[in-house]
């Protein structure tokens, strides 16, 4: 029940102005978001290279509706990239980038968002790195796979979410993989979708995300160049896919494992620790309403994880 209240929330005005305003939900946001400033972020880098697990930044903030301030937001991209090209010392793991494509525009229109981003990945190609289109809600989905794949004939160091949640998504991934373009942060999606477009049912995602990992390390995906990266936290999806690895012999560089800042630090580094890639999701920036509420929908119990930890001494 407490699913579809926070999804609600999280793109409440009301609801965002009084609960940002609340100091303690501030702290609270702290779980899942590595600050609000760059430095804070880049700290969080570090701590998690220092353990063998890689990382891809997001500077959080979606539905941007001015279009000065969706250039200001790419500038804040190239920034970012800029910071990471000169502190270095990465070795061989240089930070990736996540991006909301409503954050660069999208809702003014889709040229604006494509110009953005198209200088964002060009600075990252610059300096020997890569960036993820994050997926939002499904109003977006066709925008973003066209531009991705229009900026994809540009530029190699582009990839794009896939959410599993979706009845669409197998013809998705299909597609991209015979365009020779899938490399997909593959997700279970964390919006409030109706049934006429997404499975309703948790079992029915899983058997969906399961299906579509298997397609993306199948012998024909990885022949015209799928690469996957597994962003669940769930075990079973996980079990899953190292036993299609081994059941398949897929190489370990043809896909890893992604997780979200603040959750299941357990899983990472026994994951890590095994051998397999691990990045962690790190997000930072004041904006971090929407996406600390998607967080509390997604796993309601972290409501009360937080609130008994946030009145320890």
């Given at each position: 029940?407490l699913?579809?209240l926070?999804?609600y929330?999280?793109r409440?005005?009301l609801a ?5 305003g609340f100091p ?8 899942f978001?590595?600050?609000e400033t760059l ?7 570090r ?5 063998g ?29 800029e910071?990471?090209h000169q502190?270095?010392?990465?070795n061989?793991?240089?930070?990736h980038?996540s991006v909301?494509?409503t954050?660069?525009g999208l809702d003014?229109?889709p ?6 981003l ?7 190609q610059?300096?020997g790195t890569?960036?993820r289109?994050d997926?939002?809600?499904s ?10 794949r229009?900026l ?14 979706l ?18 942060r593959l997700c279970?999606g964390?919006?409030k979708?109706?049934p ?9 995602v899983n058997?969906?995300f399961?299906?579509?990992m298997e ?13 996957l ?6 075990e ?6 190292r ?12 896909f890893?494992?992604q997780?979200?800042h603040?959750i299941?630090r ?5 994951l890590?620790a095994?051998?397999y890639?691990?990045r ?17 929908a997604?796993r309601?119990?972290n ?7 946030l009145f320890?001494r």
């Amino acid at each position: 029940m407490l699913r579809p209240l926070f999804l609600y929330l999280s793109r409440n005005d009301l609801a965002r102005r009084f609960v940002m305003g609340f100091p303690l939900a501030r702290r609270a946001s702290l779980r899942f978001v590595a600050g609000e400033t760059l430095d804070d972020a880049m700290a969080a880098v570090r701590a998690f290279q220092a353990r063998g697990i890689h990382a891809t930044m997001d500077h959080l903030g979606e539905n941007v509706y001015n279009e000065a301030d969706t250039r200001r937001a790419a500038d804040e991209y190239v920034e970012l990239l800029e910071r990471i090209h000169q502190e270095g010392g990465w070795n061989g793991h240089i930070p990736h980038c996540s991006v909301k494509l409503t954050q660069l525009g999208l809702d003014i229109g889709p040229d604006l968002a494509e110009e953005n981003l198209e200088r964002v990945v060009a600075k990252a190609q610059e300096i020997g790195t890569f960036v993820r289109i994050d997926m939002e809600s499904s109003d977006y989905t066709d925008a973003t796979l066209e531009i991705y794949r229009r900026l994809r004939s540009r530029y190699d160091n582009l990839g794009v979410v896939i959410q599993a949640y979706l009845y669409r998504s197998e013809r998705d991934v299909r597609q991209l993989i015979e365009e020779g373009i899938a490399n997909i942060r593959l997700c279970k999606g964390a919006y409030k979708e109706p049934p006429t477009i997404a499975f309703p049912k948790k079992a029915d995602v899983n058997t969906n995300f399961v299906n579509l990992m298997e397609l993306l390390l199948s012998r024909e995906a990885l022949e015209k160049g799928a690469y996957l990266a597994v962003a669940t936290h769930d075990e079973k999806m996980i079990a899953a896919t190292r036993a299609w690895e081994a059941a398949h012999q897929v190489p370990r560089d043809r896909f890893e494992f992604q997780m979200l800042h603040g959750i299941r630090r357990d899983l990472q580094e026994k994951l890590a620790a095994e051998g397999y890639t691990v990045r962690i999701y790190i997000p930072y920036g004041t904006e971090w309403y929407p996406y600390f509420m998607r967080r509390l929908a997604e796993r309601p119990a972290n409501v009360w994880f937080i609130v008994s930890n946030l009145f320890r001494r």
